[in-house]
């Protein structure tokens, strides 16, 4: 069965102080793996999107990698509005369908 | 400009009721969805449509029903409401499956 793990649960880390969100999969037929992110009371809210192993993509202070079992969500110098719940979730070719992680609840302190 | 709104933003209502939740996307999709997030934060896929196709997951009840008018809108329907429905649910949309953009969901309460 598809699976989709994040880690960690939660993160609390100082403006400033960059670190890594990881995202590890087990899927057969890996479409696409999507990262997002939501704040308390809204929707998710999309940043990245990464189809092959080695790709990398960069918004502001985040970069997005991708393995053939994990990923990574990178934050560098985050600032106090990077706080929120970042979301993984993998697309496969089975199906339209996404399923999603759990989420690391991200904290930055000023 | 919202790009996928749904109403209401919070409904609470008795045990045993039948309640809808309306969704609209106007980005020109082909494809909608609903997702519950349940009390710890996991979000679900509960159905997929599209003009062709209604995919459920089978794990949903069939007191959940989908109902889509057009293209641009995909209601949620709900009979005999029960205490571990209370969520927030989701609606989402894509042209084909590429990425899913989401509404900004609606909080339902059972007493």
């Known amino acids: 069965e598809d699976q989709v793990t994040q880690s960690p649960e939660a993160l609390r880390l100082q403006e400033g102080e960059s670190s890594s969100l990881n995202c590890s999969y087990t899927?057969?037929?890996?479409?696409?793996l999507f990262w997002y992110r939501q704040d308390p009371g809204k929707g998710p809210e999309f940043l990245f999107t990464?189809?092959?192993a080695g790709e990398e993509k960069e918004k502001e202070r985040l970069k997005a990698t991708l393995t053939k079992k994990e990923s990574f969500l990178h934050i560098t110098a985050p600032k106090p509005e990077d706080s929120a719940t970042y979301l993984c979730?993998?697309?496969?070719?089975?199906?339209?369908?996404?399923?999603f992680g759990a989420g690391t609840r991200l904290t930055v302190k000023p | 400009d919202t790009a996928v709104s749904q109403t209401p933003k919070y409904l609470v209502t008795q045990m045993g009721n039948d309640k809808s939740i309306k969704c609209e996307q106007n980005?020109?999709?082909?494809?909608m969805y609903w997702y519950k997030q349940d009390s710890k934060k996991f979000l679900k896929i509960m159905f997929s449509?599209?003009?062709?196709?209604?995919?459920i997951n089978e794990t949903v009840p069939n007191r959940f029903s989908p109902k889509s008018p057009d293209k641009a809108h995909l209601n949620l329907h709900i009979n005999s409401l029960e205490l571990g429905d209370s969520a927030v649910y989701f609606c989402?949309?894509?042209?084909?499956?590429?990425?899913?953009?989401f509404g900004p969901g609606t909080r339902l309460l059972v007493l």
């Open positions: 989402a949309s894509s042209q084909d499956s590429g990425t899913q953009y």
């Open positions: 899927v057969s037929g890996l479409r696409g």
């Open positions: 990464l189809y092959s």
């Open positions: 979730a993998v697309q496969t070719y089975n199906n339209n369908d996404m399923r």
């Open positions: 980005l020109g999709h082909d494809t």
């Open positions: 449509y599209n003009n062709k196709e209604l995919i």
